[in-house]
Each structure stands twice: as structure tokens, then as C-alpha cells.
């Protein structure tokens, strides 16, 4: 059984492991856990012998971790750190990315029908799932940018659906950047999509297509195009062209009369004569 297979079983078979595992080193086909801002790799064979969170936590805390990951220092203007879910074993964006990377489509499938069924087949809808998490995205930056507040990078942070499990913090970066980053979540599952080929096919063309779309659709919530109303043609501006008209039609019956004495008037002279 390859290393792919026994992580996806190990995965399933053990809850508490979403917190810690980043991916699959496939250089190595080593595991790659994170703890506390730290990375480690550990082989499948290790791992599969650590039955319970306590193991985990004490092989990551021998001090003989591979590297050691760039965490920022809170800021002045830092009013409260990031807070997720008190639920320990809540499933998220992460979960979709690690079940990608070692192409679980079992694992995606147990999550995706949680939320992304299509109502008329019953079955399991990838392009359902995009578009809920594309909207729960734009609805979050669109948020963050009315707030002034930080778009989370953090997949950790948001649900299976692209729903923001944390608190929000001040943040300097521009509106653009913000967008442009958020995409990333709609990209998690439009990458898992290629699991789903008898559904929908996504090609780099297509992901830079839709990220346009995507951009385009936050813009116009954010600067929305105002119709210009109809005019309708006031008593004052009507009433000239009514004017034309009586004029017009005063002219006519004017005329009307003088040909009809002219008429007569051409029979009084032809009988006299």
C-alpha cells in the first residue's frame, strides 16, 4: 500500500491529526505536521504508530524540528490575537487542501456532501461547493475591507464552506491585496475540482478567468453602478408642444374658412356675369 493510501486511512481513522499535518513532502514521501509555528516530517510508518494527540505533541515538541516558520510579532495596533473555534476537531479549508494534495477523493467526498448536494441527483456537486465558498468569500473580504480589518491567510481558519471561524484585527494592507489574496480560498476547491473531471474541467486558463470574474464581482459590490432614473416630462415641458399643436390646428380651420368664401365669392361673380 502506497504512502498516499496509508495517510489517507490514518487520516480518517484519527480526527485529531487535522491540526497538526500540512501535507505530503513528495520528495521524501515523508509527512509534513506543524506545531506552534514549527514544521517536522515524519515518515508514514512513525505516524501510523501514534494512536493518540499526546504522542503527536511529544514527537513535535524533541527540539529537532527541520525549520522553523517566520511568525510576525503582534503589533501596537493589534487590539485582540486571532481566536478559532472552541470545536477541536472542526473541519476546514485546510482539511480540503491536505485531502487534495495526497488525492483523497474519498476524503473530499465525506466532506463535500456534508454541504455541496445537488437536490435534484442527490449526489455530491463540486460546482455547488465552489460557488457557496466563493460567496461566503466575497462576503468575508467585502467585510474586511468595510472594516478595515486583516483578511485571514489561514485556511485553519475557515470552515469547509469558507465561513471565518476567528476575530477580526486592524490591518494596513490595500483593499486590492486583499482581494487578490482571498482568492486563494475559492482556489482550494476549484484545485480540488480535479478530482470531479466528470463535472467540471479546470485549467489554469480557467482558474485566471474565474479569479477575474471573481475580482469584478467584489468591486461591483463594493462600488455599485447607480442607474440614472427616467425622466418624465413635467406639465411645463409638455405644454409647449401642446401649444404648437392647438397653434397648428387653429391655422388649419382658418385656412378652411377662406377657401369657403372664396368659393362663394367666385359664384357670385360668375353669376353676375
Do not use: W
Request: net charge negative.
Amino acid at each position: 500500500m502506497d504512502v498516499k493510501t496509508r495517510l489517507v486511512n490514518y487520516y480518517k481513522n484519527n480526527v485529531f491529526i487535522q491540526k497538526y499535518i500540512k501535507g505530503l513532502d513528495s520528495s521524501t514521501n515523508e509527512i509534513v505536521l506543524s506545531y506552534n509555528g514549527l514544521t517536522k516530517n515524519i515518515s508514514i510508518d512513525e505516524l501510523e504508530n501514534m494512536t493518540d494527540e499526546t504522542s503527536i505533541i511529544s514527537f513535535l515538541n524533541n527540539n529537532t524540528f527541520l525549520r522553523e516558520e517566520k511568525i510576525e510579532e503582534p503589533t501596537i495596533d493589534m487590539v485582540e490575537p486571532k481566536v478559532i473555534s472552541n470545536e477541536m476537531d472542526q473541519e476546514t479549508l485546510n482539511d480540503i487542501k491536505i485531502l487534495t494534495e495526497i488525492k483523497s477523493k474519498a476524503g473530499l467526498d465525506n466532506m463535500l456532501k456534508k454541504f455541496a448536494i445537488n437536490e435534484s441527483t442527490g449526489l455530491i456537486d463540486i460546482n455547488k461547493a465552489i460557488d457557496i465558498v466563493e460567496k461566503n468569500t466575497i462576503d468575508e473580504v467585502v467585510k474586511c475591507i468595510k472594516d478595515n480589518s486583516e483578511f485571514d491567510l489561514d485556511l485553519q481558519n475557515y470552515d469547509i464552506t469558507g465561513k471565518y471561524l476567528g476575530y477580526a484585527s486592524p490591518s494596513s494592507v490595500s483593499d486590492d491585496e486583499k482581494i487578490m489574496s482571498s482568492f486563494n480560498n475559492v482556489k482550494v476547491y476549484l484545485d480540488a475540482a480535479s478530482m470531479y473531471i466528470d463535472q467540471i474541467s479546470i485549467t489554469e486558463e480557467e482558474i485566471n478567468k474565474r479569479m477575474k470574474e471573481y475580482i469584478d464581482k467584489v468591486k461591483a459590490i463594493l462600488h455599485p453602478v447607480k442607474e440614472v432614473p427616467k425622466t418624465i416630462p413635467t406639465i411645463e415641458e409638455a405644454t409647449p408642444v401642446a401649444s404648437q399643436n392647438a397653434g397648428f390646428a387653429d391655422i388649419f380651420v382658418l385656412c378652411m374658412i377662406i377657401i369657403v368664401y372664396a368659393i362663394i365669392i367666385v359664384n357670385l361673380i360668375l353669376k353676375l356675369a
